[in-house]
């Protein structure tokens, strides 16, 4: 937590930690569960002292890199959120590298299983019904 001292000076005056866990179900599967982020923001909220958590006024956040949360038509997640490290994708890639070979040029990136590009492969390709 942090209280602002002027135009361009913030000072921290509290700060928490909650640990989540990461799932590696098969070999280059990242994921962890959506709803233990927020379980996770809880935790460490609980930890500031009692006459900080009334003035809260911002939070930051950090630990987790872009990733994917699959939701369904009334916004429930579907699975475990895949992780910017999850490299399950490198087939998918591969072909979509051969399918557009100026790929790279076109978008600044290659298509590796662990950048955001990833999202452009259909998901329904590398996981199994639900």
């Known amino acids: ?3 602002e001292q002027g135009f361009d000076k913030v000072v ?3 700060d928490a930690t909650a ?3 990461v799932k590696r179900p098969k070999p280059l599967h990242s ?3 959506p709803d233990d982020w927020m379980v996770a923001v809880d935790e460490a909220i609980r930890q500031l002292p009692i006459n900080l958590k009334k003035d809260i006024g911002a939070m930051g956040l950090a630990g987790q890199m872009h990733g994917a949360v699959l939701l369904g ?3 429930e997640i579907l699975r475990p959120a895949i992780l910017w ?3 399950r994708s490198h087939d998918q890639c591969q072909t979509l590298e051969s399918a557009v070979p100026r790929l790279d040029e ?3 990136k ?3 299983p662990h950048s955001s590009i990833r999202s452009a492969i259909s998901y329904s390709q590398i996981l199994p019904e639900p």
């Open 110 to 112: 290659s298509a590796m």
């Open 12 to 14: 921290i005056v509290a």
């Open 31 to 33: 994921e962890q569960n």
């Open 85 to 87: 490290n999850d490299g």
């Open 106 to 108: 076109i978008t600044g």
């Open 19 to 21: 640990r989540l866990e």
């Open 1 to 3: 937590m942090a209280q």
């Open 73 to 75: 038509e009334d916004n």
